[in-house]
């Protein structure tokens, strides 16, 4: 997927090292938690991250009581039919899954797996069909990257093809996700929010969630363009949001290729600095989308380089501190529990 940013060094980015570095009390603890948006990998995956990683994290002090697994390319077979390789991710992810019930720590209830929508409607029902075999309820969708850029600096190269979201195959794909009742998630760059749009457009059917605001970037090419990104990336937030079946997930801008920087920093940033820098975008887009169609997500471990857990979340809290309890818990809990179906 990408090449791991953290060495083994003390205090490189992202070690509990450094992280610990800034340390905060913990905002609001009595606010319920489901993060929607989390990945695991093996000891020897792009980012080594297990249960008990994802456990050190959740159990930091905020109050996380669920978590929904997305896609990282992680522990697909090693052979067997192509399309039925990532089914391997489900059943390693359904495996913590079951470790994680009754641990009286946070509890994966969630599965977003990987099929290429691209398959005739007979591969992709027997791929759909393997990934609910393994994962059972905890399957809940979809994702297939659609993030397409040839900047040669990014640390998360897209590997989508151009005008994937135009593709017939990807859209006839996205609505028999639909006909099934599960879900797609997008990742991909702001500059393809537009085509996005359309896409969802094309495919009112299918409930799509947003993942990372559509990654503006700002490394490369994309450096010192900040403001003229923001504009553009503001009205097309709104076009995206003018379709109801889309939701959108709030966080994993503290990627190194969003270009903050944190991650070369001798430490971390605090929470007031985080919501210094990318409060915008968080209140445009529950302005555009409303409370009830947005979640709060970590995006953990990749936003690990950049911040800790624990100050992220008090992060999150910070923004969200000017809405109401109901709609407090709209985007902390509500609408990952309704949209990913969680017990």
């Known amino acids: ?35 929607p ?45 192509e399309h039925l390789r990532p089914v391997g991710e489900t059943e390693y992810v359904a495996e913590a899954a079951a470790e994680s019930r009754g641990s009286g720590q946070a509890e994966i209830r969630g599965i977003v797996g990987h099929v290429d929508l691209r398959l005739s409607t007979a591969l992709l029902d027997e791929a759909l069909d393997a990934h609910v075999a393994a994962g059972g309820d905890l399957f809940k969708g979809i994702r297939h990257y659609g993030a397409h850029d040839d900047e040669p600096t990014l640390t998360i190269p897209g590997a989508a093809g151009p005008g994937f979201f135009a593709d017939p195959a990807v859209r006839a794909g996205a609505a028999r ?103 915008r975008y968080y209140l445009h887009t529950i302005e555009c989308f409303g409370p009830s169609r947005c979640m709060f997500e970590s995006n953990f471990p990749v936003d690990r380089f950049s911040i800790s857990y624990k100050v992220l979340y008090n992060g999150l809290k910070k923004i969200a501190s000017r809405f109401t309890e109901a709609e407090r818990n709209e985007m902390f809990f509500g609408t990952a529990a309704r949209v990913y179906g969680l017990d």
């Open 1 to 35: 997927m990408f090449e791991p940013l953290c060495k083994t060094a003390a205090m490189e980015p992202g070690t509990p090292q450094w992280l610990a570095q800034v340390d905060e009390d913990i905002v609001d603890p009595d606010q319920r938690i489901i993060d």
């Open 37 to 81: 948006h989390h990945h695991l990998w093996k000891p020897d995956g792009a980012i080594p991250y297990g249960l008990a990683d994802l456990h050190a994290d959740t159990g930091a002090g905020h109050k996380v009581e669920a978590t929904v697994f997305v896609q990282c390319h992680s522990s697909h077979r090693p052979d067997g039919p």
């Open 177 to 279: 996700l639909g006909d099934r009742g599960l879900t797609y998630d997008s990742w991909h760059y702001h500059h393809q929010n537009r085509d996005f749009a359309e896409f969802a457009a094309a495919t009112p059917q299918t409930t799509m969630i947003l993942d990372h605001f559509g990654t503006p970037l700002g490394v490369g090419r994309y450096a010192d363009r900040r403001d003229e990104i923001f504009a553009t990336w503001k009205d097309d937030i709104a076009a995206i949001a003018a379709n109801d079946n889309v939701v959108a997930k709030l966080g994993g801008l503290a990627m190194p290729d969003n270009g903050f920087g944190w991650h070369l920093g001798e430490k971390p940033p605090t929470s007031d600095e985080f919501v210094a820098a990318q409060e």
